[in-house]
C-alpha cells in the first residue's frame, strides 16, 4: 500500500491532490491513501471563519467547501487530525471521528481507524499543559479564549489512547513528542530554524503527552506537522524493542518539504476505511464520564469492564458491519457569487447525525451539548511538566521567513519532499 503523508494543510486541498496526481503519472504508481498531520481548515462557509484561529489576514475560504460541496471530490481516500489552525465548531461536531467530506475523514479529538488491515491513530490539537488536565468545557459561540483553547490537548483524550494495547502501524500527532529531537540529526534542525535552540538544548521542544503515547503504543510510523520544516528521527524502544520511525513534514507551500510517500505492508486491495473494534470498547468504557466542563475528568468513574465492551462492540459490528456512518452535510456550503456571509446561520452547536449514530450504536448519550461549560476551578492535581511556551503557542507564523523566495509550486515528486 502507498500512502502519501501531507504536513500542513491550511486548507490547501486543490494544489495537494493536484501535485499527488501528477506524481501518480510521472511514477506511474497508485497512491491509496492521503494521510494530513493537521491545521487541515475544514471551513465549509464564511460562518465557519469565525472559529477558525488564524491572523485575520490568513481568514479564507480556501478549497474545502469545493468538496464539502460536492463540486469536487477528492481523487484519493484522506485521512486528517486537527491542528491548532482549524474550524473547531465543524471538528467538535465530529468529536468521535466521522467524514468531513466525502472521501475525507476526520480521525477526531482522538481515534484509532483501520484502512484495509492497516491501523491509523491520531491525537488532535496541540500540548498546552495549563489546560491538560481540564475538561471539555468550551462551548460556541468561542469567545476570545475558548478559540484557543478548544484545541488544545487533554488528559482524557490521551488516557484513552493509553489504553490500547494492539499494535498501531501509523500514528499522528500535530506537535512533535517532546524529545524526538534527540533522535535525529537536531544540529542540521537548528541550523534551520535557529530560535528553536534553546527549547532542542533543553528537551522543551514539543510535547510530553505525544512522547508518552510514542513510549506507550511505540507505532511503526509516526508523522507530525506544526513546526514548517522537515524533520526525521528513529526511536529505539528498548534495547531489543521495536523501532518508531518519525517524520514531520511542512506546510503545503511552493518548494516545501511537505509530502512523503511511504510503501507500507498491507493485504490486497481494495482498501476500504473501517471502525476500529478495540478502539470503539475505549470510547464504550469511558464516554459515560465524558468531561464537559472545566472539572478533570474521574477515570475511577469509568466502571464498564473493557472485556465486555469489546464483546458488545464485536457483536454490534458483526450484526452492522464497520464502514462509518455516510456523511451527512450539516451546514450550508459556501457560494462563491455571495459576497458577504449569511448572518442568519446558526452559532451554536450542530449535532451531526454521524456521531448521533456512532453513539446510538455504542449505546451511549449523546454528549457534546449536554451541559452548559460552567466555570469551575480544575483539579488540583500537579500538571505535567511543560513544554516550551513559545513553541507550543498557536502563535506560530502561518507564513515563515524563507517562502517568499520561491517562485513556483513544486510539481514533481524528486524525493526530496
Not at 510503501?263 to 478495540?278: M, N, T
Request: net charge negative; proline share 5%.
Amino acid at each position: 500500500m502507498k500512502i502519501a503523508v501531507e504536513g500542513c494543510m491550511h486548507g490547501d486541498l486543490d494544489n495537494v491532490y493536484a501535485t499527488l496526481l501528477h506524481l501518480q503519472e510521472v511514477e506511474q504508481i497508485k497512491i491509496d491513501l492521503l494521510i494530513c498531520c493537521g491545521d487541515f481548515q475544514a471551513v465549509r462557509n464564511k460562518k465557519d471563519l469565525e472559529s477558525l484561529n488564524v491572523p485575520l489576514k490568513y481568514q479564507a475560504m480556501n478549497s474545502f467547501w469545493k468538496y464539502y460541496s460536492g463540486e469536487k471530490v477528492a481523487p484519493f481516500p484522506t485521512i486528517f487530525i486537527g491542528g491548532n489552525h482549524e474550524a473547531s465548531n465543524y471538528l467538535w461536531e465530529l468529536y468521535f471521528g466521522g467524514w468531513a467530506a466525502p472521501n475525507i475523514y476526520f480521525l477526531g479529538f482522538a481515534g484509532i481507524v483501520k484502512f484495509g488491515n492497516v491501523r491509523i491513530g491520531g491525537l488532535s490539537g496541540i500540548y498546552k499543559a495549563n489546560h491538560y488536565r481540564l475538561g471539555h468545557f468550551e462551548k460556541l459561540p468561542y469567545n476570545d479564549q475558548d478559540i484557543r483553547s478548544i484545541y488544545h490537548v487533554r488528559e482524557y483524550d490521551v488516557h484513552k489512547l493509553m489504553q490500547v494495547q494492539e499494535p498501531i502501524d501509523i500514528f499522528l500527532t500535530h506537535d512533535w513528542p517532546v524529545g524526538i529531537t534527540d533522535h535525529g540529526d537536531s544540529e542540521k534542525l537548528i541550523r534551520q530554524k535557529p530560535h528553536f535552540t534553546q527549547e532542542v538544548m533543553e528537551r522543551r521542544l514539543g510535547s510530553r503527552a505525544a512522547a508518552d503515547l510514542m513510549a506507550k503504543l511505540k507505532p511503526s510510523h509516526w508523522f507530525s506537522a506544526h513546526l514548517h520544516c522537515k524533520f526525521s528521527a528513529l526511536v529505539q524502544h528498548g534495547n531489543n524493542g521495536p523501532v518508531t520511525k518519525f517524520l514531520a513534514l511542512d506546510k503545503c507551500l511552493p518548494g516545501r518539504k511537505f509530502l512523503q510517500v511511504i510503501e507500507i505492508e498491507s493485504g490486497a486491495g481494495p482498501f476500504d476505511l473501517q471502525y476500529d473494534e478495540e478502539w470503539l470498547a475505549v470510547t464504550k468504557k469511558f464516554t459515560p464520564i465524558f468531561p464537559r466542563t472545566r472539572m478533570r475528568a474521574n477515570f475511577s468513574d469509568a466502571k464498564l469492564n473493557i472485556e465486555e465492551c469489546r464483546r458488545f462492540v464485536r457483536n454490534k459490528l458483526q450484526t452492522r458491519g464497520s464502514k462509518p456512518f455516510e456523511f451527512v452535510r450539516t451546514a450550508p456550503c459556501h457560494n462563491p457569487s455571495q459576497s458577504v456571509a449569511n448572518n442568519n446561520l446558526s452559532s451554536g452547536h450542530c449535532r451531526n447525525p454521524q456521531t448521533e449514530a456512532l453513539l446510538q450504536l455504542l449505546e451511549l448519550q449523546y454528549c457534546l451539548d449536554t451541559s452548559v461549560a460552567q466555570v469551575e476551578k480544575p483539579s488540583q492535581s500537579p500538571l505535567l511538566p511543560t513544554g516550551s511556551v513559545d513553541y507550543n503557542s498557536e502563535d506560530i507564523p502561518i507564513d515563515d521567513d524563507d517562502e517568499d523566495d520561491v517562485d513556483e509550486l513544486q510539481e514533481k515528486y524528486d524525493g526530496k519532499v
